[in-house]
């Protein structure tokens, strides 16, 4: 019967396709479930054993103890490890991190605006290829060669000293440079040149989320607004700035998390103060207090977690 | 919650919870070798010519023994620690801070002397130097030693050397007229506590101190008070031997303790710089190629121990890394090293270098003394200003 119905032309009922591909292929469409676990369980499994089961044996050493005589971790839960990140050293390196990253958060929102303004609006043809190329192109060489390289422009006897120098405005720096925290020998041996790197190297990740957002604005909101009678600041304030908003804090996202991780640039400009990420590698690699390195790097993900939700809030993920 | 969190650590597991092999039974002849042998070193302490044509003491080897040698180099003594822990090396190049540590994990075994020839041939003072040697057994043939050096720049100090360390300790003004703040270095690294340590026991000796890596809690106490006081004069504390010769010549540094190899290199470009021996003593670091307790090229390696200890090896090693040689003949007659090559590495002061050993807590000097892990949370301290 049904071969007659296949042969029979204009029915609706095609031929079933035989073989094994053409089951497998009946059979993934009637059970589109089926599809779904197998598409999906190698990555998960990947996800799951490798990077949240290396997070969760982490998480577990946390609550363990060194022993203070032998040095030996002690396999027993305790939160003393968490007590210790509490103490004046731990909690400045905390603070010293987090607050850098806030920082330069900060400047490179602000210097990312008129940078990604400019390249979404008035940018045209020749001009926006060469500013994404502008962009884009210190991230194309070597973080460590940029790192270097800032570490001889910011050196006492680097290009900017000289620059100063020569401009006879070799005051202007050392009165900044003597200001008592942030200041220093050098400005490669302060935390404001560990500030202008950081600056420097994330402020591409805050240009590109901000110029996509800026994008999908309409113009005709900005000059419906100047009809209405706004100022320009009126104009920013009320109309861009909301709208563009989820963009920025989708770039902040990028710009805050790096810095908090890095581990790098701290080490090579600044003081030598340490940062999260070098105290992390300094108690697991150097002292073999794992419990205490895994204790600090639950400081950045409980941080991250926080700032996510409440980047979440603020709709920074409608621009990703 | 135990046997989960060892099958989920694999990459941690190295650390503390791996059941430690017995040490085996030293070799008892030789045999033919096993075609290959793997050694973790630190950078340029084994050289085939890469770099340098003339810099080559493993083709030779490669050639007259057949075994293939592969070379994994690491930065720290914890990161060879690490290695070998991980296991799959055969040898280790392992400075005082770390020979200890990888003999009471049972991760090296014994050697037998017999087996290396040129073993007699070692300098004295190194034969049985308490780094490699533990109860009279010795787990591993010298490599090479040198002294941390103070570094300073002959301008700053009108060609008159330094003669003590508190140049780099206590704030003062150089022969050059400027105060020494902001212009002196320290070593980014736990260790350095020794130095400070070693500056008290000439300087403050009501303090009692003994061996400056044995410290009970108030002499600690005042090292780290001396180190607080020298964070004030230390812009930026050197980590990375290449930074400290950058900081050297772009920051305005003037003195520093330091490793002969930078001095060398920096004379070799002609800068200003030369080094010296203050009078409260040195400290050093001393290697030893050691052997990993569960070795797959036992023989290979034992070859390869001997070969480290011929003059010729020892003396180019030497000259390349600005060492000096554990083979007192090394130090004649070598093209690369020269006849005074030894000196100015340092070779007359063994006795004034308090080589690097890992603090303990069981120390012998006196009844307890403080762990190497609170050396590194306390010195991070110092260094953040605490």
């Known amino acids: 019967m049904t071969v007659l119905t296949v042969d029979t032309p204009g029915s609706s009922i095609l031929p079933r396709r035989g073989g094994f591909a053409g089951a497998l292929s009946d059979a993934f469409w009637r059970h589109p479930l089926l599809l779904l676990i197998l598409m999906l369980t190698p990555p998960l499994l990947w996800l799951g054993i490798i990077y949240i089961g290396s997070l969760i044996a982490l998480l577990l050493q946390s ?27 731990n909690l400045d390196i905390i603070l010293r991190t987090v607050s850098m990253a806030a920082l330069v958060t900060l400047a490179s929102a602000v210097l990312a605006f008129p940078i990604a303004y400019y390249a ?110 706004a100022s320009p600041r009126q104009t920013f304030r009320t109309v861009l700035l909301p709208l563009a908003l989820p963009g920025i804090v989708a770039g902040s996202i990028f710009t805050f998390s790096l810095t908090l991780g890095d581990y790098i640039i701290p080490q090579i400009i600044g003081s030598s103060r340490l940062f999260i990420g070098q105290a992390v590698y300094a108690q697991q690699g150097t002292a073999g207090n794992v419990p205490l390195a895994a204790a600090f790097s639950v400081v950045p993900i409980v941080i991250m977690g926080l700032y996510l939700a409440a980047a979440k809030r603020l709709g920074a993920f409608d621009a990703l | ?154 301008d700053a100090f009108k060609d008159k050397a330094p003669t003590s360390w508190n ?6 003004t150089l022969p050059d007229g400027k105060s020494n703040k902001g212009r002196v270095q320290a070593y980014d690294g736990p260790i350095y506590i020794a130095d400070a340590a070693m500056y008290l026991m000439a300087h403050k000796p009501d303090l009692g101190i003994k061996d400056p890596y044995e410290l009970n809690e108030d002499q600690y106490k005042a090292a780290l008070d001396l180190l607080r006081g020298q964070r004030q004069l230390v812009s930026r504390y050197w980590h990375d031997a290449m930074i400290q010769v950058d900081d050297f010549k772009n920051e305005g540094v003037v003195a520093s303790g330091s490793w002969p190899f930078q001095v060398n290199l920096m004379q070799a470009d002609k800068q200003k710089i030369a080094s010296t021996f203050p009078e409260e003593g040195v400290t050093g670091w001393a290697d030893t190629t050691m052997l990993h307790a569960d070795s797959e090229h036992p023989n290979c390696a034992y070859m390869w121990m001997e070969h480290s200890l011929k003059p010729k090896v020892q003396g180019d090693a030497a000259a390349w890394f600005g060492a000096v040689p554990s083979v007192p003949a090394a130090c004649k007659g070598n093209e690369l090293l020269t006849d005074e090559g030894c000196k100015t590495n340092g070779y007359e002061h063994f006795d004034r270098i308090k080589f690097w050993k890992t603090p303990v807590a069981k120390c012998t000097s006196q009844s307890e003394c403080v762990p190497y892990h609170r050396w590194v949370s306390d010195y991070i301290g110092v260094i953040g200003g605490r």
């Not at chain 1, 590109?208 to 604005?217: D, G, I, K, S």
């Open chain 1, 63 to 89: 609550f363990f103890s060194i022993d203070d005589f032998s040095g030996v971790v002690n396999p027993e839960f305790t939160l003393a490890t968490y007590a210790q990140l509490l103490n004046g050293t």
């Open chain 1, 120 to 229: 979404a609006r008035y940018a045209k043809g020749r001009w926006k290829a060469f500013f994404y190329l502008g962009v884009m192109l210190p991230l194309w060489s070597s973080y460590l060669v940029k790192v270097y390289a800032w570490k001889l422009i910011l050196a006492k006897e680097g290009i900017v000293t000289w620059v100063f120098a020569k401009l006879h405005l070799g005051f202007v720096l050392e009165a900044i440079l003597s200001l008592p925290v942030i200041g220093g020998n050098s400005l490669s041996v302060s935390y404001l040149g560990t500030f202008l790197v950081f600056v420097y190297i994330w402020l591409p990740y805050m240009i590109l989320p901000t110029q996509a957002a800026l994008e999908r604005v309409p113009a005709n909101l900005i000059e419906a607004s100047a009809d209405l009678g």
């Open chain 2, 1 to 154: 919650m135990k046997y989960l969190l060892k099958s989920c650590t694999v990459a941690l597991a190295s650390l503390s919870f791996v059941t430690q092999t017995v040490a085996a039974e030293p070799l008892k002849a030789l045999s033919k070798g096993e075609g290959a042998v793997t050694i973790v070193a630190w950078a340029g302490y084994i050289e085939r010519g890469e770099t340098d044509k003339a810099y080559d003491w493993v083709s030779d080897f490669e050639k007259e023994s057949g075994c293939k040698v592969s070379v994994k180099t690491a930065a720290t003594s914890d990161e060879m620690v690490a290695l070998m822990n991980e296991g799959g090396f055969d040898l280790v190049t392992a400075s005082g801070d770390a020979s200890l540590r990888l003999i009471a994990g049972k991760r090296v075994q014994p050697i037998n002397t017999d087996l290396i020839p040129s073993f007699k041939q070692i300098d004295e003072r190194l034969q049985s130097a308490p780094w490699h040697t533990v109860k009279g057994v010795h787990y591993g043939v010298p490599y090479l030693w040198g002294p941390n050096v103070l570094m300073y720049n002959t």
């Open chain 2, 167 to 172: 140049v780099v300790f206590e704030e003062q």
